[in-house]
């Protein structure tokens, strides 16, 4: 059911408010990264929800301490109004309320209003933003500026003209705020791979300008601030300085890849299992928390923006703990994942692959099904140029793009120049694996 969701900053002169439609099975987890998005929060910093008052009050937290829940037990459909509380240590307080079960039938999140500005995080709360748009109303109006504030306003914004200022502090572009929401649901609904044969991540030049997006704070600070950053002339100034870096002069030049060296998949798993040398205590749910599925995110080579990554958030997080479970070499224990015995002895052989192959194919049965993995083995091995199918029509299983996307995650393919390549560990365990059904390799 989709319902609508009025959002509301305390405290804010001019009232800044949201309204969005949602899908009421999204939970709280999910829903703090709209309510960033819809407000311009950056998502950096800590925040929790609160229901009732005195006695009554309840917390619901990312990462809950005694007493509180886990936000991601609690959906938008149990609720009636809520308090959300970004960076604890601000003033920032959003009362979102349910207005009613909407008629609108399409995709969600869905911004169906945008009142005030975008938040100035750095404010740490809506009445230093009051204060700005006062002063810079005053500087407009070419009165005299307030030498107490004035000096706070710009060092707080980018360099713009008071008219732009004042613009910043009142209203925000609607298309921007839906832009934002859209990535979101990209994030929560969408953040699949395109279905089809697998193929590499190439670099491209999107990622390189982001990157040199990430090392110039001050033009992110630009983008966020500024209601017309596509004027900002420092903005402009370093794109065309980017640019003309990457393609040269007059954009004529041929752009040169480089491809990153192929993760491994020996040293992926050695790592994914020290991971967890020390116990790594699971939420209330069973989940695994933010900062575990952040470092095995970042181990198979995938970025998070945006909000806090979960266990859902990428599938081959979830793979991989099944993966490592199912082989035996981490084991629950006291509500925490911890390494095994087993996993211990992984951790010190020389050469894991051979001494721990059997264990290594049970973890895969345990991703996808005994039988299901075992019609991909031909097909894995054609696919990772080892061994040639037999002649004849050979029909692909229906999981194999998802074998194959999991194996090249954990560093066993990687896509070369001329196609598909075994790394050296992948290979080795592919032969095992052969060589266990029978096949020759």
């Known amino acids: 059911m989709i319902v609508t969701l009025l959002m ?31 407000f311009g929060f950056s998502g950096a910093a800590t925040h929790l929800y609160a229901t009732g008052s005195g006695e009554f009050r309840h917390i619901f937290a990312e ?67 009051t204060k700005f748009r006062n002063e810079a109303r005053r500087i407009a109006a070419g009165l005299p500026p307030d030498m107490e504030v004035t000096p706070l306003l710009l060092s707080f914004l980018p360099v713009m003209s008071p008219e732009r200022m004042l613009q910043r502090l009142t209203v925000v572009d609607p298309v921007s705020v839906a832009t934002r929401i859209g990535f979101v649901a990209e994030e929560i609904y969408f953040d699949q791979p395109i279905p089809g044969m697998p193929d590499v991540d190439t670099p491209d030049l999107a990622h390189e300008f982001e990157d040199f997006l990430d090392s110039r704070p001050e033009l992110r600070q630009i983008m966020q601030d500024d209601p017309n950053p596509d004027l900002n002339p420092t903005l402009l100034s370093a794109v065309a300085e980017f640019f003309e870096d990457k393609l040269g002069p007059d954009g004529s030049a041929t752009y040169r890849w480089t491809v990153a060296a192929p993760l491994e998949l020996a ?39 945006g909000g806090q990554p979960r ?56 991703v996808f099904g005994k039988a299901e993995f075992a019609e991909n083995i031909e097909h894995l091995a054609d696919f990772a140029g080892i061994r040639d199918l037999e002649p004849g029509w050979h ?10 996307m999991f194996i090249r995650q954990i560093g066993g393919f990687y896509t070369g120049p001329e196609g598909p390549v075994s ?17 020759e390799s």
């Open 267 to 305: 040293d992926v798993l050695y790592n994914a299992v020290n991971l967890f040398s020390e116990p790594v205590v699971l939420t209330k749910t069973g989940n695994l928390p933010v900062a575990a599925v952040r470092m095995l995110a970042e181990l198979l080579g995938r970025k998070h923006t």
């Open 423 to 439: 790394t050296q560990s992948g290979e080795a365990l592919l032969r095992y694996i052969l060589r266990h059904y029978g096949y």
């Open 63 to 129: 990462i809950p301490s005694a007493g509180e829940s886990d936000e991601t037990e609690l959906t938008v459909a149990r609720i009636s109004e809520i308090t959300y509380i970004y960076d604890p240590t601000a003033n920032w307080t959003v009362q979102v309320a349910v207005l009613g079960e909407s008629q609108l039938d399409g995709p969600t999140p869905l911004l169906i209003d945008a009142c005030g500005p975008d938040i100035v995080e750095s404010a740490n709360g809506p009445e230093l933003m």
């Open 311 to 366: 266990e859902n958030t990428f599938p081959e997080v979830r793979q991989l703990r099944q993966f490592l479970e199912g082989a035996g070499l981490i084991a629950l224990g006291d509500e925490a994942l911890q390494v095994s015995e087993r996993g211990r002895f992984f951790l010190q052989s020389e050469d894991p692959i051979a001494d721990f192959h059997t264990e290594l194919l049970v973890g895969f049965e345990a």
């Open 395 to 404: 029909a692909l299983p229906e999981s194999f793009r998802d074998v194959v």
């Open 8 to 38: 509301t900053l305390e405290g804010s002169l001019p009232e800044i408010s949201r309204c969005v439609n949602v899908d009421d099975s999204m939970d709280l987890g999910e829903l703090s990264q709209v309510i960033d998005a819809a």
